[in-house]
């Protein structure tokens, strides 16, 4: 009688650095609105989405996360006026810097939810 491998789904770790007014907003909305969403999703909430630096996201790669994800307000929403726009052009530089250290650019991902989609934070 051969052994019993037992056969589990794989669960991603996801970090998200969300922005306090617009995503953290939407995706507090899901919870309250009782919408079902991954348990395995850790959020760091920051002040504004332009306000991630390089390094949060080796960090979190570091401490074994599967996945990232940046989100903040729409372009023109940003309650810091421009953050989202800086954060929107250092996009490029993050997966640059990620490519360089080795780390599958598919891993990273850049999104806009606002306050209001709570699906689209689902």
Known sequence: MGK??????FEPKIMAFVCKWCTYSGADLAGTSRMDYSPNVRMIR???SGRIDPQFLI???EQ???GVL????HPGDCHYNEGNYYARR???TFR???DFNGIDIERI???WISAAEAIKWT
């Open 109 to 111: 991902e850049f999104s």
């Open 59 to 61: 960090k979190a790669f």
């Open 64 to 66: 074994g996360a599967d």
């Open 4 to 9: 019993k491998i037992e056969i589990h789904d």
């Open 90 to 92: 250092r996009n490029t």
């Open 70 to 73: 940046v989100s903040g307000c």
């Open 46 to 48: 920051l002040p504004c």
């Open 96 to 98: 640059q810097l990620m």
